[in-house]
């Protein structure tokens, strides 16, 4: 889904996709025990760089500012192959900044 957010026009490095992309995707050096905004990940602070203009959720939210773009539901499975198919979500975030 950060990906698919990536194609739509999003820079990699303002979607929050997990920490793994975050982290991949973020510029400079990261700096731990920072405190970010309560409505971003514990770890989307820990980059100066980062600025949130899209988040994959695996569950519908309702939260201001955050408007839903797309959806896949049946974006992966649980344990890998064997579990049930589960969605993920793509939302743009209304934030200074983001376009």
Known sequence: MGEQAVKAGFAAGTVDAGMEWVGYHATGTATIGVIGPSDEMW?????????????????????????????????????????????????????????
Do not use: H
Request: hydrophobic share 45%; proline share 5%.
């Open 43 to 99: 770890y989307s602070a820990r980059w100066a760089s980062f600025r949130q203009c899209a988040l994959v959720s695996s569950s519908l939210l309702n939260i201001a500012g955050f408007r839903l773009e797309s959806a896949d539901t049946e974006a992966y499975r649980l344990m890998l192959i064997a579990g049930p198919e589960e969605p993920l979500f793509l939302y743009r975030v209304a934030k200074p900044g983001c376009t």
